[in-house]
């Protein structure tokens, strides 16, 4: 059982379609990421929150938009993605900031395949 | 910018048999912390172990125990009495300014 859950854990969308990702973290932690991993690649940092404020957006393109209500919930909305966009999608979550040398526990991922 | 570099890919090691991965990193920095993550085919990213820079004893969590060097920047993981559990793929992780993930190793286990 993981402090971390993250639904759905597998998505198939249009390239026209818009979805989103959700995750939960039942650790009490105030900081949550959105991390993507694809084949081949290293994991890539997209979104950072601390205390429902986003600190970091690593340049990711604008039909990721993540979503922050509080320190226990994130979301990514996905609208208009393209098949490249198709990978494991991790969120994770630390008591503060990654910054701080803060262990990162993660999520099961959700499986994203565009179409 | 900093640099997290796994050099193996892919390494096996016989069930009971010891295992060594090695990482290095490149940072101008002096103050960090540095892991060890397991993914398992369950995709689920697992702390393994962490090393804070400042300590200059080795963290040993059980069977795991890392060899930090700090003037070398190396800072390899050696898995002792392998396990059929252990097949996975390991991400070393650097955390200062940034946290950055290396590219990972494969590590399958024969019995």
């Known amino acids: 059982e993981t402090g971390v859950t993250q639904t759905p854990r597998h998505l198939v969308m249009g390239m026209t379609n818009k979805k989103s990702l959700k995750c939960e973290q039942h650790l009490g932690h105030n900081a949550m990421y959105w991390y993507k991993q694809s084949a081949k690649k290293p994991l890539e940092l997209m979104f950072v929150?601390?205390?429902?404020?986003?600190?970091e957006n690593n340049s990711v393109p604008s039909r990721f938009s993540p979503e922050c209500p509080n320190s226990s919930h994130l979301f990514l909305h996905l609208h208009t993605l393209q098949p490249e966009d198709s990978a494991l999608y991790l969120c994770?979550?630390?008591?503060?900031?990654?910054?701080?040398?803060?262990?990162?526990?993660f999520g099961e991922g959700s499986w994203l395949t565009v179409v | 910018a900093q640099t997290v570099t796994q050099s193996q890919p892919e390494m096996s090691v016989q069930e009971a048999e010891t295992v060594t991965l090695s990482c290095t990193y490149d940072t101008s920095e002096s103050d960090y912390y540095l892991f060890w993550y397991k993914q398992p085919p369950s995709r689920q990213m697992i702390l393994v172990i962490r090393q804070e820079a400042y300590k200059q004893q080795n963290a040993t969590e059980n069977r795991f125990s890392v060899n930090f060097q700090k003037a070398a920047k190396s800072f390899s993981l050696k898995i002792s009495d392998s396990q059929l559990g252990d097949a996975a793929m390991y991400f070393c992780a650097y955390n200062g300014n940034k946290l950055v993930f290396g590219a990972g190793t494969i590590l399958r286990v024969k019995s």
């Open positions: 994770a979550s630390s008591p503060t900031g990654h910054r701080s040398g803060n262990t990162i526990y």
């Open positions: 929150y601390n205390f429902k404020e986003q600190t």
